[in-house]
């Protein structure tokens, strides 16, 4: 079992849905969770930290962390063009929370 | 401050040559990361300095690889021989604690021919 398992998609919305990406990890010891846009030919920049259960929300964005579950999720209110873009969950874990990333899942938001 | 710096952003190399990767983390960054990303693996770990020293290499992938960082603003990564499947984005990332938010460079893309 991967420690990062992310859907590659490419999910498609159209513009101005809610988009929602999914990630599950398998360390239950995790404390920290992070999701990264990267754009194409871009490096990855860092646009949500959740660190306990529950949502947080930080404009268009929510994350949500479900650690009974082993889930954590990116709501994408209001989706424009300019979202389209590879997502990428991080995960810390092991004795000293390395941080390892899923593959990602490609977001394209139609006009 | 001017971010992460990598150079070079591109590195076109034949079979067997040494390649050699820079990196100026952000001033005040204790933690230092090497990944490398591919379409197959994404993006994988390579090794972490925690105040200068490698504390987590177990993402090297052979011996062929080694990484330095001999101060607080400077490290390297090299390949030596390069092959073809090396071929990469690699990319440094700094951050002030370890489960903090992790600042990358703009990667340098690697092609062994």
């Known amino acids: 079992q991967k420690e990062v398992e992310q859907n590659s998609g490419p999910l498609s919305v159209p513009e101005g849905a809610i988009a929602s990406l999914n990630c599950t990890y398998s360390?239950?010891?995790?404390?920290?969770f992070f999701w990264y846009r990267q754009y194409s030919g871009k490096s990855p920049e860092l646009i949500m930290s959740?660190?306990?259960?529950g949502d947080k929300e930080d404009g268009r964005f929510t994350a949500q962390l479900n650690k009974a579950s082993q889930y954590v999720s990116l709501l994408i209110r209001d989706s424009q063009p300019s979202d389209s873009a590879t997502y990428l969950c991080?995960?810390?874990?092991?004795?000293?929370?390395?941080?390892?990333f899923g593959t990602g899942t490609k977001l394209q938001v139609i006009p | 401050d001017a971010g992460v710096i990598q150079s070079p952003r591109h590195e076109v190399t034949e079979m067997g040559q040494e390649v050699t990767l820079r990196c100026k983390p952000i001033?005040?960054?204790?933690?230092l990361f090497w990944y490398r990303q591919t379409m197959m693996r994404g993006l994988e770990l390579l090794i972490y300095?925690?105040?200068?020293?490698?504390?987590?290499d177990s993402g090297m992938p052979e011996d062929r690889f080694s990484a330095k960082m001999p101060n607080a603003s400077f490290s390297t990564l090299k390949i030596q021989p390069s092959e073809p499947r090396d071929s990469a984005v690699y990319f440094c990332?700094?951050?002030?604690?370890?489960?903090?938010?992790?600042?990358f460079g703009q990667g340098t893309r690697l092609t062994v021919v």
């Open positions: 360390d239950r010891g995790s404390q920290s």
């Open positions: 990332a700094s951050s002030r604690l370890m489960n903090t938010e992790a600042f």
């Open positions: 991080a995960v810390s874990s092991g004795g000293y929370q390395k941080v390892t």
């Open positions: 300095f925690n105040n200068n020293v490698p504390i987590d």
């Open positions: 959740i660190y306990s259960n």
């Open positions: 001033s005040g960054h204790d933690y």
